[in-house]
């Protein structure tokens, strides 16, 4: 199909399941729109080499199941785990909750087979850990947004599932005294498995959904959590919590249990769709910086919010620096209100990239992004991109008007 | 350009995240887009955008391929509403019913638009009536065509609960209007019910309680089962413990939120069997299986092999519609496992036992 596609340069938008967080899967040249969900066979999960080779459509919760059914782990858990697949994590090099821990979905891309734009078969990497014949095409391919080529099979590694797990909620007066919080539990020696938080606005829409008894009077809130051994779980869990009550914590509350851990944590997976309770329009963004400046950056992104006169709720990976600010508007049609979401979120870009960071972490450049790019990169970085892409893909009918184009 | 067919507010909800895609009967069964929450949205939003003209081939069979089962509510972050979206939208598509639609539906909803009629109904089969010792209780609903198909339903429910009063000229509360294209029609119907029957309404029929709740506001509406819990009193187990399953109603649960009670209810009388089902639409889906016969028996057939695996001896239904498609499928495999609504296992234990 690419080779005929390419021979009459027809568009082609690969997808998974379409959560389209940076408009990535946007046909807006039209075409041909490669839906892989229902290649969902997962092939072999190898218990000898600790990996699984599935095809592009398994989603990341069904993958991780079968992975728990043998006492292991698939790490990488976007929000959108239930529906997202495996071909658009890579391709999207999605994050999730564990980032900071376990890291994203390209620490556990051992191998893959694509194909090309001219319909050529390639296959990088396999069941290895080390590879080095030749470039990096894995690293390549994992976040190139389908603009490089379609991803057929993926072999991702696999580790073995800790033993306990422990989960606690720090409130907080302000999002900002919680980022304060993050970089006083990491200063401390502790690397969690979990350390996300949700504003104010987050925590009311959360908890109108899933109703998990979060405190709707706080600032903010600080889920953080630890695997591995129990005695290790306990004694991070207990550090952890005391650097909260150091950084002026209103309260801390460990969950009672792994289930109680499980639905807060879902809870925190809804906070993005959740909050489109709130108006008819949902801006979301995706900046970053160095986890050393999220109380800055966090403050930044208020005054963004005040400026304009915008609502912004704003939740993340706080171990990671993971910020996912959101703008809410009531009415589509207001055209003004709009244009000052869009100087808000210019406003929070430039933020990240003046703190060090960029312009996203984990949702990809889509069409959202494209603009803010070179601004991000420089010339001459954008322009390798271009050169990359035509190498994969010369008539550019990969998901064309993306990346690299 | 807008048509004015959708409400604007429901419709802008859907972010289009696809937490509701693994909740779809639909979707799981096919793996397409537009037989999705999510994809039908998107017809939705072509519709009353005009970029998709009315007798669509893709949007009249959408319409119709949904069961309308509401799954993907409880899942969704936003709080779509898109049970209400659905009746919006049959609203306006099902005005040019084609042809069997028209001969199934038509003399379907004729027959429940009058009270009158289903009174004549209520004479051939001997339902619930309002004794002498009829007290000043809650109104006990005794649905359009349950009160002809299950007349016993509403017997048991009255011996489980003598305080509630029966109105033997009800009519419809609507819900089958509401749900086949005429909104209006059916919301009419229901506000008719609600100034008849005055005070609470108690319903057998999970998808009624829904429509009503809808219409005449949570408070003035409880489903049995809820009635029974809120009252107190479990009936104990009597002999020998059979091993049951529930069958949930998908209007009771995605709707209303009810689900513990018929649970708790069915545990205090014989062994509770939760099957990974239980919340799946049965496939009955109100008028479904009539109009969609062989997709409706695909998502039963499903349903009915995990219950003969479970090896329970009854399955429990709190709706006429699911009772009704259990009760057909369970037949015509000769199975050995029986149907039965909630209100009749009740009553049978309490036969047994004596005293709530």
Same mark, same amino acid.
């Given at each position: 199909m690419l080779a005929v596609a390419s021979e009459l340069g027809l568009p082609v938008i690969p997808r998974g399941a379409g959560s389209n967080l940076s408009a990535g899967t946007i046909a807006d040249r039209g075409g041909i729109m490669l839906t892989l969900t229902r290649m969902d066979r997962l092939l072999e999960i190898d218990l000898e080499n600790l990996v699984a080779v599935c095809q592009p459509g398994v989603t990341n919760a069904a993958l991780a199941a079968a992975a728990a059914g043998h006492g292991l782990l698939y790490p990488?858990?976007? #929000?959108s785990r239930t529906t997202s697949t495996i071909g658009g994590n890579v391709a999207e090099n999605a994050g999730g =909750?564990?980032? =900071?821990?376990? #890291?994203?979905t390209r620490d556990y891309l051992l191998g893959c087979e694509a194909v090309l734009a001219t319909g050529e078969v390639i296959r990088a990497g396999g069941k290895l850990v080390k590879e080095v014949a030749g470039y990096d095409l894995l690293r390549l391919l994992c976040g190139s947004e389908g603009t490089l080529a379609v991803l057929t099979e993926l072999t991702l590694r696999l580790v073995p599932a800790p033993e306990s797990s422990g989960l606690g909620l720090a409130y907080f007066p302000s999002l900002a005294a919680a980022g304060r919080a993050v970089s006083r539990v990491l200063r401390g020696g502790v690397l969690p498995a979990t350390l996300e938080f949700l504003d104010a606005v987050c925590i009311e829409t959360v908890e109108d959904f899933a109703a998990v008894g979060l405190r709707r009077d706080a600032g903010a809130v600080l889920i953080f959590g630890q695997d591995g051994g129990p005695e290790g779980v306990q004694r991070d869990v207990a550090r952890i919590a005391e650097a909260c009550e150091a950084e002026g914590a209103i309260e801390v509350n460990v969950a009672r249990d792994a289930a109680e851990g499980e639905r807060i944590l879902d809870a925190r997976r809804a906070a993005l769709p959740s909050l489109s309770r709130l108006g008819r329009v949902t801006l979301l963004e995706d900046a970053t910086v160095p986890r050393s400046e999220i109380a800055a950056m966090v403050e930044r992104i208020e005054a963004a919010g005040a400026r304009h006169g915008l609502r912004i709720g704003t939740f993340g990976h706080a171990g990671d620096g993971n910020l996912h600010p959101t703008i809410v508007l009531p009415d589509p049609d207001d055209a003004e209100a709009v244009e000052r979401a869009h100087r808000a979120f210019d406003e929070i870009f430039q933020a990240a990239i003046d703190l #060090?960071? /960029?312009? /996203? #972490?984990?949702?990809?450049?889509? =069409?959202?992004k494209l603009s803010f790019l070179e601004r991000r990169h420089g010339a001459d970085h954008v322009a390798l991109l271009r050169r990359i892409k035509h190498a994969f893909d010369p008539q550019g009918i990969l998901n064309p008007g993306k990346l690299g184009s | 350009m807008s048509r004015a067919i959708f409400t604007p507010e429901l419709l802008d909800r859907c972010i289009s995240c696809g937490f509701c895609l693994p909740a779809c009967p639909t979707y799981v069964r096919t793996g397409v887009e537009v037989s999705s929450p999510r994809g039908r949205i998107d017809l939705m939003r072509a519709l009353e955008a005009g970029e998709l003209p009315d007798g669509d081939a893709t949007v009249d069979e959408e319409s119709s391929f949904c069961l309308g089962c509401r799954a993907c509510e409880p899942v969704c972050p936003a709080g779509v509403q898109y049970g209400a979206l659905l009746e919006e939208w049959r609203d306006h598509t099902w005005q040019r019913r084609g042809r069997s639609r028209r001969l199934l539906l038509g003399p379907l909803l004729w027959g429940a638009n009058r009270a009158w009629r289903l009174r004549l109904l209520g004479l051939v089969r001997r339902h619930a009536r309002g004794g002498p010792r009829a007290g000043d209780g809650p109104q006990l609903l005794l649905g359009c065509y349950e009160r002809a198909l299950f007349p016993r339903v509403s017997r048991a429910a009255r011996k489980l609960a003598p305080a509630l009063r029966v109105d033997r000229g009800q009519g419809c509360c609507g819900a089958l209007h509401a749900h086949n294209g005429e909104l209006a029609r059916g919301r009419e119907l229901a506000e008719q019910l609600g100034q008849r029957l005055e005070g609470t309404i108690v319903t057998t029929a999970g998808g009624c309680a829904a429509h009503l709740s809808t219409v005449l506001g949570r408070a003035r509406v409880r489903e049995l089962s809820e009635y029974l819990a809120e009252q107190g009193g479990l009936p104990r187990a009597g002999g020998e413990r059979r091993r049951i399953a529930l069958q949930d109603s998908c209007h009771l649960r995605n709707g209303m939120g009810v689900f513990a009670e018929p649970r708790a209810l069915i545990a205090a009388v014989g062994e509770y069997v939760e099957l990974a089902s239980a919340a799946e639409c049965c496939g009955a889906a109100g008028t479904y299986s009539m109009l969609r016969p062989n997709d409706s028996a695909r998502i039963l057939d499903d349903k009915l092999d995990e219950l003969e695996a479970a090896g329970v001896d009854l399955v429990v239904a709190v709706n006429p519609g699911c009772l009704r498609q259990l009760q057909t499928g369970l037949r015509r495999r000769r199975s050995r496992v029986r149907a039965l609504h909630l209100a009749e296992l009740l009553a049978e234990s309490h036969e047994h036992k004596g005293s709530l």
């Amino acid at each position: 199909m690419l080779a005929v596609a390419s021979e009459l340069g027809l568009p082609v938008i690969p997808r998974g399941a379409g959560s389209n967080l940076s408009a990535g899967t946007i046909a807006d040249r039209g075409g041909i729109m490669l839906t892989l969900t229902r290649m969902d066979r997962l092939l072999e999960i190898d218990l000898e080499n600790l990996v699984a080779v599935c095809q592009p459509g398994v989603t990341n919760a069904a993958l991780a199941a079968a992975a728990a059914g043998h006492g292991l782990l698939y790490p990488p858990d976007p #929000g959108s785990r239930t529906t997202s697949t495996i071909g658009g994590n890579v391709a999207e090099n999605a994050g999730g =909750l564990r980032g =900071l821990k376990y #890291g994203v979905t390209r620490d556990y891309l051992l191998g893959c087979e694509a194909v090309l734009a001219t319909g050529e078969v390639i296959r990088a990497g396999g069941k290895l850990v080390k590879e080095v014949a030749g470039y990096d095409l894995l690293r390549l391919l994992c976040g190139s947004e389908g603009t490089l080529a379609v991803l057929t099979e993926l072999t991702l590694r696999l580790v073995p599932a800790p033993e306990s797990s422990g989960l606690g909620l720090a409130y907080f007066p302000s999002l900002a005294a919680a980022g304060r919080a993050v970089s006083r539990v990491l200063r401390g020696g502790v690397l969690p498995a979990t350390l996300e938080f949700l504003d104010a606005v987050c925590i009311e829409t959360v908890e109108d959904f899933a109703a998990v008894g979060l405190r709707r009077d706080a600032g903010a809130v600080l889920i953080f959590g630890q695997d591995g051994g129990p005695e290790g779980v306990q004694r991070d869990v207990a550090r952890i919590a005391e650097a909260c009550e150091a950084e002026g914590a209103i309260e801390v509350n460990v969950a009672r249990d792994a289930a109680e851990g499980e639905r807060i944590l879902d809870a925190r997976r809804a906070a993005l769709p959740s909050l489109s309770r709130l108006g008819r329009v949902t801006l979301l963004e995706d900046a970053t910086v160095p986890r050393s400046e999220i109380a800055a950056m966090v403050e930044r992104i208020e005054a963004a919010g005040a400026r304009h006169g915008l609502r912004i709720g704003t939740f993340g990976h706080a171990g990671d620096g993971n910020l996912h600010p959101t703008i809410v508007l009531p009415d589509p049609d207001d055209a003004e209100a709009v244009e000052r979401a869009h100087r808000a979120f210019d406003e929070i870009f430039q933020a990240a990239i003046d703190l #060090g960071g /960029t312009i /996203t #972490g984990e949702h990809g450049v889509g =069409l959202a992004k494209l603009s803010f790019l070179e601004r991000r990169h420089g010339a001459d970085h954008v322009a390798l991109l271009r050169r990359i892409k035509h190498a994969f893909d010369p008539q550019g009918i990969l998901n064309p008007g993306k990346l690299g184009s | 350009m807008s048509r004015a067919i959708f409400t604007p507010e429901l419709l802008d909800r859907c972010i289009s995240c696809g937490f509701c895609l693994p909740a779809c009967p639909t979707y799981v069964r096919t793996g397409v887009e537009v037989s999705s929450p999510r994809g039908r949205i998107d017809l939705m939003r072509a519709l009353e955008a005009g970029e998709l003209p009315d007798g669509d081939a893709t949007v009249d069979e959408e319409s119709s391929f949904c069961l309308g089962c509401r799954a993907c509510e409880p899942v969704c972050p936003a709080g779509v509403q898109y049970g209400a979206l659905l009746e919006e939208w049959r609203d306006h598509t099902w005005q040019r019913r084609g042809r069997s639609r028209r001969l199934l539906l038509g003399p379907l909803l004729w027959g429940a638009n009058r009270a009158w009629r289903l009174r004549l109904l209520g004479l051939v089969r001997r339902h619930a009536r309002g004794g002498p010792r009829a007290g000043d209780g809650p109104q006990l609903l005794l649905g359009c065509y349950e009160r002809a198909l299950f007349p016993r339903v509403s017997r048991a429910a009255r011996k489980l609960a003598p305080a509630l009063r029966v109105d033997r000229g009800q009519g419809c509360c609507g819900a089958l209007h509401a749900h086949n294209g005429e909104l209006a029609r059916g919301r009419e119907l229901a506000e008719q019910l609600g100034q008849r029957l005055e005070g609470t309404i108690v319903t057998t029929a999970g998808g009624c309680a829904a429509h009503l709740s809808t219409v005449l506001g949570r408070a003035r509406v409880r489903e049995l089962s809820e009635y029974l819990a809120e009252q107190g009193g479990l009936p104990r187990a009597g002999g020998e413990r059979r091993r049951i399953a529930l069958q949930d109603s998908c209007h009771l649960r995605n709707g209303m939120g009810v689900f513990a009670e018929p649970r708790a209810l069915i545990a205090a009388v014989g062994e509770y069997v939760e099957l990974a089902s239980a919340a799946e639409c049965c496939g009955a889906a109100g008028t479904y299986s009539m109009l969609r016969p062989n997709d409706s028996a695909r998502i039963l057939d499903d349903k009915l092999d995990e219950l003969e695996a479970a090896g329970v001896d009854l399955v429990v239904a709190v709706n006429p519609g699911c009772l009704r498609q259990l009760q057909t499928g369970l037949r015509r495999r000769r199975s050995r496992v029986r149907a039965l609504h909630l209100a009749e296992l009740l009553a049978e234990s309490h036969e047994h036992k004596g005293s709530l």
